[in-house]
């Protein structure tokens, strides 16, 4: 199976700031990475697949990037509603997994 | 507007069955391979299983094969998820959702419902 070794598990960040997180594959998966948001109660939110590919409707302030095994998202401008819990999936190979997640918190 | 709801969760003893649901509108349902997706309490998101378009392919996480079958009725917009001998460690959150990958390949889910909660416990 091809781990997603996922980090930071958290991080607290200010409105206006830029916060990255980054996800290490054990296996080569190509681009064949999606970013996702989760809220409490809420279902969640594909941001970004192929590796940095915006998903409609999503805020430009959203990017992901790769080199090599290694896949960043970047949230540039933080805002108060981009407090959740974000998750990278690798879609290489089945069984899909997921990173362990970031729990990101807005001072 | 793409709605998923799912259905079917609740209290069920170890070694119990449970029938998940997902109804899903707002899109060409006969058209889009599924998936069921999990997240226990405290814990990430597991991916539990994919479906293909017309049924004819499935694939399961390690942790549910042999336990779990996922369906799908075309004619009803309407994914399931068998569960059977159920375990603790099978409580968790289940989340259906539309993969739009597409060309036989799997993996990225652009819309998803809100959950079902399955409690697994004596």
């Known amino acids: 199976d091809i781990q997603m070794t996922q980090s930071p598990s958290s991080v607290s960040a200010s409105v206006g700031d830029r916060v990255t997180i980054t996800c290490r594959a054990s296996q080569r998966i190509s681009g064949w990475l999606a970013w996702y948001q989760l809220k409490p109660g809420k279902a969640p939110k594909l941001l970004i697949y192929a590796a940095s590919t915006l998903q409609g409707g999503v805020p430009s302030r959203f990017s992901g990037s790769s080199s090599g095994p290694d896949f960043t998202l970047t949230i540039s401008n933080l805002q108060p509603e981009d407090s959740a819990t974000y998750y990278c999936e690798q879609a290489g190979s089945f069984p899909l997994t997921f990173g362990q997640g970031t729990r990101l918190d807005i001072k | 507007e793409v709605q998923l709801v799912e259905s079917g969760g609740g209290l069920v003893q170890p070694g119990g069955s449970l029938r998940l649901s997902c109804e899903a509108s707002?899109?060409?349902?006969?058209?889009?391979?599924m998936a069921w997706v999990r997240r226990a309490p405290g814990q990430g998101l597991e991916w539990v299983a994919s479906?293909?378009?017309?049924?004819?392919?499935?694939y399961y996480a390690d942790s549910v094969w042999g336990r779990f079958t996922i369906s799908r009725d075309n004619s009803k917009s309407t994914l399931y998820l068998q569960m059977n001998s159920l375990r603790v460690e099978d409580t968790a959150v289940y989340f259906c959702?539309?993969?739009?990958?597409?060309?036989?390949?799997?993996?990225?889910?652009?819309?998803w419902g809100q959950g079902t909660l399955v409690s697994v416990s004596s």
């Open positions: 707002g899109f060409t349902f006969g058209s889009s391979a």
């Open positions: 959702a539309k993969d739009f990958r597409g060309g036989g390949n799997y993996g990225w889910f652009d819309s």
């Open positions: 479906l293909s378009i017309n049924g004819d392919k499935t």
